[in-house]
């Protein structure tokens, strides 16, 4: 059994600044890459950013210079630093991790609850 449980959302002025994580349990032997999917009202969940098991990082073009993905191995965790936040940015964020676990042979994918984010003008 896996699970991702996130945090980090919330309500934040246009401009402000706020970091999701997305931490990782359970039975897992390896994790490859983690990603974020925000998912605004009314559309369909988007990939933005994500981060391979090297390290390696990769954003859309609309968020490079504001939005930072990092992540822990130590702790099997996600983060995304968000800085100069828009109201367009509102959604709520998914974090996709794949992981490969002690009973399962292959990776699997796996989704976070989802925490939402707010920014008003």
């Known amino acids: 059994q896996v699970q991702l449980v996130e945090s980090g959302g919330g309500l934040v002025q246009t401009g402000g600044s706020l970091r999701l994580s997305c931490a990782a349990s359970g039975s897992i032997l390896s994790i490859n890459t983690m990603a974020w999917y925000p998912q605004a009202p009314g559309k369909q969940r988007e990939l933005v950013a994500f981060?391979?098991?090297?390290?390696?990082?990769h954003y859309v073009d609309s968020l490079k210079g504001r939005f930072t993905i990092s992540r822990d191995n130590a702790k099997n965790t996600l983060y995304l630093q968000m800085n100069s936040l828009k109201p367009e940015d509102t959604a709520v964020y998914y974090c996709?991790?794949?992981?490969?676990?002690?009973?399962?042979?292959?990776?699997?994918?796996?989704w976070g609850q989802g925490t939402q984010v707010t920014v008003s003008s």
């Open positions: 996709n991790v794949q992981i490969r676990t002690v009973s399962f042979p292959y990776t699997a994918d796996y």
């Open positions: 981060i391979t098991s090297g390290g390696s990082t």
